[in-house]
């Protein structure tokens, strides 16, 4: 038995006039239902709400103003999870819709909550169909065409694997579309590598919102969890079960690495959203990045933001502005700039009920 994410973007459940794939989507449905007859669990992570919706109304392209596409989400998300629903039934497999939001992933309670729930229907035989809840969705705060949002997925069902469909066929050294020589990258160990060996762009479909660098950063996170992923072509008939199946000749593979990083470091890394930033000394930047300690006031040169106690914070490094990490804060923006500096028996008299640490070691993750 294994545990699949399969998550397919905007220009796999539609062309880019808006036209359903029906004929893409029923051979994808067609294998995530026997890989489920066979004893697999499989979670569908699915783009395509707006694109349903403005299809449904008739409207051409993708708009930019987030109340038109909320207003679109709202039409096309029944009649997407319908669409899967009833493929999947016509199969012997329930599906179930599941509805998320950034904040929901970016709230601890609300995160265990998710992952509880997901866990719940693998165990029923359920095949959740994930998607953003777009309607509640702003334009600050977005997925990305849903790839980080499955790489959280992925990691909240703790998976064996996350397939990211698109219609490439997977990450090249350059754009094969106006490049005779771009050659595709089969395998990715070293994300800072990859940078000096393909030019990674944000475009996308003309009805998507990511773009092959936001699968490489939810590829990135996925295997930070010791998750491998891969990057598929949605598009070409047989590529999804090869790749389940093991194939390495399909799409771009990225091996699960061994960090050593808990689940909640990487929920605080990708998905706690920061509210300001810290910057730190000489000494406190080593401390943190080579002694794994926590950050006391004393060496807190700068606060910039409006955050609260428990807001998330970059932490930067005086005098280069080297990013170090991303840590809870113990202490609100106002309080943080009234201590900084000060040893831990001056905090003590200007905060008496203050923590000690501006942000304790258990709550950092280093960049």
Known sequence: ??????????????????????????????????????????????????????????????PSAIDDLQAASAIGQGRLFRFYDELLAARGVTAAQVLLTFFDLSHRTHYLNARQALRRLLDWGVVPIVNENDTTATDEITFGDNDFLAAQVAILVEADRL?????????????????????????????????????????????????????????????????????????????????????????????????????FKLWLRYAKPAHGTVTVDVGAARALREGGTSLLPVGVTGVSGDFAAGDAVTIHSAPDDRLLGKGIANLSAAELRRVRGLQSAEVREVLPHAAEEAVHRDYFVLA
């Open 163 to 263: 397939v990211l469909l698109t219609g490439v066929d997977g990450v090249y050294t350059a754009d094969p579309r106006t490049d005779p020589d771009a050659e595709i990258v089969r395998e990715i160990t070293d994300f800072e590598e990859l940078a000096s060996r393909a030019r990674i762009g944000e475009s996308t479909s003309a009805l998507g919102s990511g773009g092959m660098r936001s699968k490489v950063v939810a590829a990135e996170m996925s295997t930070a969890a010791g998750i491998p992923a891969a990057i598929v072509n949605g598009l070409r008939p047989g590529a999804l079960p090869r790749v389940l199946d093991g194939a390495v000749d399909e799409g771009t593979h990225f091996p699960a690495r061994d960090l050593g990083i808990s689940s």
């Open 1 to 62: 038995m294994a545990r699949y994410v399969i998550k397919l973007g905007s220009g796999i459940t539609a062309s880019d006039d808006g036209a359903l794939r029906a004929e893409v989507l029923e051979a994808i449905c067609a294998e995530v239902a026997a890989r489920r007859r066979a004893g697999d669990d499989v979670v569908v992570v699915s783009s395509g709400a707006i694109v349903r919706g403005l299809d449904t109304m008739g409207i051409a392209g993708r």
